[in-house]
């Protein structure tokens, strides 16, 4: 796991399991890589939730000024949301893998 601007934190998944990992390391190998989803991906964490959405469109990695609009709309356009509840993590699946596009409110869909 590596730090990065903005309130964000960069995962490597390619390297190597820690021998004991962390909350977050756990989180992501053993719920949100199950998920199959393609890769990159951005996930919201908010106190009692993970909203996750890919970051390809079109065959392609999206461009990263588009990540701010896809950020901007997870809320309600996510592939995937993790709720925390009693016994463990609930899914709840959002959008189909396939659909990507950003739907800004100022801008609409592109």
Aim: charged share 25%; proline share 10%; with cysteine.
């Amino acid at each position: 796991m590596v730090g990065g601007g903005g309130g964000h934190l960069r995962f490597d998944i390619r390297q190597a399991r820690p021998r004991s990992p962390g909350p977050l390391e756990r989180v992501v190998r053993e719920q949100v890589l199950p998920l199959a989803l393609p890769l990159p991906l951005v996930i919201k964490v908010e106190p009692t939730t993970m909203l996750v959405r890919h970051l390809n469109r079109n065959g392609a990695i999206c461009h990263p000024a588009d990540i701010a609009w896809m950020l901007d709309e997870i809320g309600t356009r996510f592939h995937a949301a993790l709720y925390l509840e009693a016994d463990g993590l609930r899914l709840k699946r959002g959008l189909p893998p396939e659909e990507n596009e950003i739907h800004s409110a100022s801008w609409g869909p592109f």
